[in-house]
């Protein structure tokens, strides 16, 4: 696929700026908004802004690792980039839409495409309904919170959680607990994405509750609804022995 001009964007790291500085000095680019490829020079969490930042504009954006773990990026390298960029594959993926409402009954909309977290705010344990659909599933979850996360965002905080790894295109969200108390042996379930899963905390102003979507979080919530924004497409750019796909299922068989 033929990908003829590109932009250059950078974290704020040392090892991004330089990477940055020799990359602009190799190849011509242009600037992100006449681009037909964003390229991201950072870690997984300046990957994450940068797919935010320019969400509305459908860019595909190509990330190069110059952070720590990479998940998100392929390796870096200066050499031969317009042709990495024409022989990358394309991964779509849609992010969770999150709905909170807080205390003061402002409510508060964001996208995720990690996902969705819910955690206590003091040393309380929160307690909090669990709803698939409109269904009660859970009445009241002892915890120190809860997460609804997506394929792409199953291998981070989720896994973490010891959440189950999603294959990309598998058609289901992760609803993970975070070390529950009651129910003692409840250790999360898999949703299909059509789902929307909605949490009410109970007690909130004796044990707060703080939703977050990636970077943006509320305070003090009583009512959280999640659920996956179709109308909401994210295009990242893998090479073809490095593609996404492939990752997720060799984590599951990690030592």
Known sequence: MARSTFALVAADTAEAQEALVRLKARYPTVAPEQADVVVALGGDG?????LHR???RGRPIYGMNCGTVGFLLNYFSEDGLPERLAAAKTVTLHP???LARGADGHETRALAINEVSLLRQTRQTAKIAVKVDGVTRIEELVCDGIMVATPAGSTAYNLSAHGPILPIGSGVLALTPIS???PRRWRGALLPCSAEVTFEIHDHAKRPVSATADFTEVRD????????ERAVTLKLLFDPEHNLEERILAEQFLP
Do not use: K
Not at 46 to 50: I, K, R, S, Y
């Open 46 to 50: 300046f990957m994450l802004e940068t």
């Open 54 to 56: 320019y969400l509305e």
């Open 96 to 98: 969770l839409a999150m």
């Open 180 to 182: 529950a108390f009651r």
């Open 221 to 228: 919530v009583v009512r959280i609804s999640v659920r996956e």
